[in-house]
């Protein structure tokens, strides 16, 4: 199970840390990831981090402003958002897998999403 949390509403140029806590088979993938999407598009990639590691990936589109990192001892994964923008507005989905890939067909867990809102 994941369990996604953190989501609000920031005006741009604010921050918003989003928190995913993973219990049960979730917490034993090997790969934690965000995803977002908004109302007629797909769904978007946004971050990933191995449990392991703690290697991590980024959208383009957020490279130098989100921060994903993990806390073990917690199975919580989190994703710490600076720079917000008005294109961030989305609903932000945990994913848990066991691939290294921002593909979100390869995750088979995930989260109930947490709503981002960001106004211009």
């Known amino acids: 199970q994941l369990q996604a949390s953190g989501g609000g509403l920031v005006s741009a140029g604010g921050s918003l840390r989003l928190s995913c806590a993973a219990s049960?088979?979730?917490?034993?993938?090997?790969?934690m990831a965000w995803f977002r999407q908004t109302p007629g598009k797909e769904r978007e990639f946004v971050a990933l981090?191995?449990?392991?590691?703690?290697?991590?990936a980024y959208a383009d589109s957020v490279k130098g402003r989100f921060t994903i990192s993990r806390d073990n001892a917690k199975n919580t994964v989190y994703l710490q958002m600076n720079s917000l923008k008005p294109e961030d507005t989305a609903v932000y989905y945990c994913?848990?897998?066991?691939?290294?890939?921002?593909?979100?067909?390869?995750?088979?867990?995930w989260g109930q999403g947490t709503l981002v809102t960001v106004s211009s």
């Open positions: 994913a848990a897998g066991g691939i290294l890939s921002g593909d979100d067909k390869l995750y088979r867990y």
């Open positions: 049960g088979r979730t917490s034993s993938s090997a790969v």
């Open positions: 981090v191995t449990w392991s590691v703690g290697s991590a």
